[in-house]
């Protein structure tokens, strides 16, 4: 038997099929490539993030997804270095102080269930129920064509990402911003509803 102590979310974790919520809302198909270098993400061994940001209406099951992508590790820690300092400290500290993700692993795979719904129902900061929010973010480490138990899979809420959005200096801002239209090129027909909804790197 694996000895429970031995287990991390840096070292092996856990990992399980790439549940359809972090497939590519597009393709109905895990994603393929990385969003900026186009590196093919089923080969073994590539780690990348997948990020999707949902917008629900009331009283209904309609949603849209307003931007969805997965970026290789490589990508998204080249993208942290292009932005400010200043910006990437605002948000690790505001984090930090707000959770504590490997207690947060800890209490999750506890019981050895890894039930990705006990991870993906509420927001990570607020920890309200994600079937009460209008709008959030979710987060999924994957490997090749697996998802890991990592310090991911999260959600964020909307008006989490609000408050951090509101930590970045107007060049992070401007630098997300270009990111988004170089990327990720929203049909205009949502270009009003994302006006200050950038992703926000968090990994
Ligand atoms: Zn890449």
């Given amino acids: 038997m694996k000895d429970i102590s031995m287990l991390s979310p840096f070292v092996n974790p856990k990992s399980i099929e790439i549940p359809d919520e972090f497939h590519s809302f597009e ?9 900026v270098c186009e590196k093919n993400l089923i080969e073994i061994g590539i780690h990348y993030f997948v990020e999707k940001s949902v917008k629900k209406y009331p009283n209904s099951s309609a949603f849209d997804i307003i931007f969805e992508y997965a970026i290789c590790l490589e990508c998204a820690l080249e993208m942290r270095e292009t932005l400010s300092k200043d910006s990437m400290e605002k948000i690790d500290s505001f984090f930090d102080e707000k959770v504590n993700l490997l207690s947060r692993w800890k209490s999750l795979t506890r019981d050895g269930k890894y039930d990705i719904n006990d991870w993906v129902s509420n927001c990570l900061i607020t920890n309200k ?9 979710i987060y999924a480490h994957c490997e090749s064509d697996r998802m890991l138990f990592s310090l991911m899979p999260y959600v964020v809420s909307g008006e989490v990402i609000d408050h951090v959005s509101g930590l970045l200096s107007q060049k992070t801002k401007d630098e997300l911003d270009g990111f988004m239209g170089k990327y990720l090129g929203p049909p205009p027909s949502i270009r009003e509803i994302l006006k200050d909804k950038t992703p926000v790197f968090i990994f």
């Fill in 129 to 137: 129920p994600v079937k009460d929010l209008n709008e959030y973010q």
């Fill in 27 to 35: 393709t109905k198909k895990p994603f393929t490539n990385c969003v």
